[in-house]
C-alpha cells in the first residue's frame, strides 16, 4: 500500500551538511521502526490474549456481522489515516494507528486456531530476519528502487483479484500461486517502502507534530509489509494444528 506524505512542508536538506541529513534520517528512520515495533507488539499481545478465550473466539468468529465488520472497520481505519492525517494532530494520528493494530490483533487470533504455536513463532523470527535485510538494502542500496516498487504494487493489485476470485474458485494450485507470488511483492515492497520513506523525511523539522505524523506514516506502511509477508509465510511453513 503506497501511503503519500500531503503534509510534507519545506525540506531545509540544501542548507545541512551530508552528515547531518545523514544523521536526521537515520534518527527518523529509528522512530519509524520503535513504532512498527510498539505496533506489532500490540497486534501479537492482542491475538494471544483473544485466542486465549474461548467466549471471545465464539462471538468473533461465530458471527459473521461481527467478524466481517471487523474487517471493514481496519481497511476503514487504515483508508481514513492515510488520507486525513495532515488534518489531525499527531496524537490523533497516533491512536488510530494503535486501534488498527489492536483491531488486526483480534482478527489474526484465527492464526492460533489453524497453526501451532511453534510454527507461529519460527515462521514469526523467519519473517523478522527477511524483514531486516530487505530494510536494510532498501535504505542503504544506492540504487533506486523505484522501477521494482511499481512492479510490485501492480503485482499486489493483481494479487488482491486472484486472492478474491479464489475464494470462490477453491482452487489450490491459484492458493499456491498467490502464496509465492504474495512473498515476493511484500518482500520487494519492504525495500522499496524503506527507501521511499527515507528520502521523503523532511529534514529540519525533527521533533515537530509534522515529524511524529511522519514516523507514524512510515511506520503503518513497514508495518502492512511486515504483517503481509507474515501470514504468506506461514501459509508456507506453517504447521496446522490436528483438529
Known amino acids: 500500500m503506497d501511503h503519500q506524505f500531503g503534509y510534507f512542508q519545506r525540506d531545509s536538506r ?14 527518523f528512520m529509528n522512530k519509524v521502526y520503535m513504532w512498527m515495533a510498539a505496533a506489532l507488539t500490540a ?19 461465530g458471527n459473521p456481522p461481527i467478524f466481517y465488520g471487523l474487517l471493514i472497520g481496519e ?15 499527531a496524537m490523533a494520528a497516533t491512536t488510530m494507528f494503535f486501534v488498527y493494530s489492536i483491531l488486526n490483533g ?7 486456531i489453524i497453526y501451532t504455536s511453534a510454527s507461529i513463532a519460527s ?4 519473517t523478522a530476519a527477511t ?11 544506492k540504487s533506486d528502487l523505484s522501477t521494482m516498487g511499481n512492479l510490485c504494487i501492480m503485482l499486489l493489485v493483481g494479487l488482491i483479484i486472484a486472492s478474491i476470485f ?3 474458485m477453491a482452487s489450490s494450485t491459484i492458493y499456491w500461486i498467490t502464496t509465492y507470488l504474495g512473498i515476493f511483492v511484500f518482500v520487494g515492497l519492504t ?40 501470514l504468506y509465510l506461514l501459509r508456507l511453513f506453517g504447521d496446522r494444528r490436528n483438529n
Open 14 to 27: 540544501g542548507s545541512m551538511s551530508a552528515a547531518a541529513v545523514a544523521a536526521e534520517q537515520l534518527s
Open 43 to 61: 497486534t501479537a499481545l492482542t491475538a494471544m490474549y483473544v485466542s486465549s478465550s474461548v467466549p471471545l473466539l465464539k462471538m468473533i468468529f
Open 75 to 89: 481497511l476503514a481505519l487504515v483508508w481514513y489515516l492515510s488520507a486525513a492525517v495532515d488534518k489531525m494532530s
Open 106 to 112: 483480534v482478527t489474526l487470533s484465527s492464526i492460533f
Open 123 to 126: 515462521t514469526f523470527f523467519l
Open 131 to 141: 524483514f531486516g535485510i530487505m530494510s536494510a538494502y532498501g535504505y542503504f542500496t
Open 166 to 168: 479464489n475464494i470462490f
Open 191 to 230: 525495500a522499496y517502502d524503506t527507501q521511499r520513506i527515507k528520502e521523503m523525511n523532511i529534514i529540519g523539522n525533527e521533533g515537530t507534530e509534522e515529524d511524529q505524523k511522519e514516523a507514524i506514516m512510515g511506520a503503518l506502511a513497514l508495518y502492512l509489509d511486515f504483517i503481509n509477508l507474515f
